[in-house]
T-cell receptor, first 116, second 117 residues
Framework: GAVVSQHPSRVICKSGTSVKIECRSLDFQATTMFWYRQFPKQSLMLMATSNEGSKATYEQGVEKDKFLINHASLTLSTLTVTSAHPEDSSFYIC????????????FGNGTRLTVT | AQTVTQSQPEMSVQEAETVTLSCTYDTSESNYYLFWYKQPPSRQMILVIRQEAYKQQNATENRFSVNFQKAAKSFSLKISDSQLGDTAMYFCAFMRAGGTSYGKLTFGQGTILTVHP
């Protein structure tokens, strides 16, 4: 079945540094990917929609300069948390869909980011 | 904007019994999808069941079934013959149908379900 690989699964970084998270579709081409953020025991909140070859669309309240999204190929989207601070510590999950309308959605395994 | 509400933060059930998780939503859309996702301790999001709003028939997947009441904007999940492996957080989710909205999910707050032996 279709698989979305997210890397790394865990990352610890120091305050002020940047962290890149990768979301890769392994056996299908994902023209659109989505990035969500989840705090412990809370819901998933959509951060942005990543479109191959064009700028990402950010949800209201999400700082686009803080959370840089790049979708340079049909199989890879990256989320870079720039100048990370402890409040950016969270669980980040990506999802992807294949090109045909009504195709199922596939989630990555998530990345736990801890900023010290 | 859409909203999804799960009013039960936690539920528990004995193994082999039946449990129902509640979900209500608010939207002005006429065509949309509703989902239940399971998130076990591994944090992997697992699709449990999906319902298209234009279908009147309630979706079923083995031990999982939904009660979709479109007029009431209610979408509850029934788990029959509960198993220990059903222990997880369950999210109800809404998605508009069509165009660029396809794939953008609005999640409820989640319900932590614990199945006791």
């Amino acid at each position: 079945g279709a698989v979305v690989s997210q890397h790394p699964s865990r990352v610890i970084c120091k305050s002020g540094t940047s962290v890149k998270i990768e979301c890769r579709s392994l056996d299908f081409q994902a023209t659109t990917m989505f990035w969500y953020r989840q705090f412990p025991k809370q819901s998933l909140m959509l951060m942005a929609t990543s479109n191959e070859g064009s700028k990402a669309t950010y949800e209201q309240g999400v700082e686009k300069d803080k959370f840089l999204i790049n979708h340079a190929s049909l199989t890879l989207s990256t989320l870079t948390v720039t100048s990370a601070h402890p409040e950016d510590s969270s669980f980040y999950i990506c999802s992807a869909r294949d090109a045909p309308y009504n195709s199922p959605l596939h989630f990555g395994n998530g990345t736990r980011l801890t900023v010290t | 904007a859409q909203t999804v509400t799960q009013s039960q933060p936690e539920m528990s059930v004995q193994e082999a019994e039946t449990v129902t998780l509640s979900c209500t939503y608010d939207t002005s859309e006429s065509n949309y999808y509703l989902f239940w996702y399971k998130q076990p301790p591994s944090r992997q999001m697992i699709l449990v069941i999906r319902q298209e709003a234009y279908k009147q028939q309630n979706a079923t997947e083995n031990r999982f079934s939904v009660n979709f009441q479109k007029a009431a904007k209610s979408f509850s999940l029934k788990i029959s013959d509960s198993q220990l492996g059903d222990t997880a957080m369950y999210f109800c989710a809404f998605m508009r149908a069509g165009g660029t909205s396809y794939g953008k999910l609005t999640f409820g707050q989640g319900t932590i379900l614990t199945v006791h032996p």
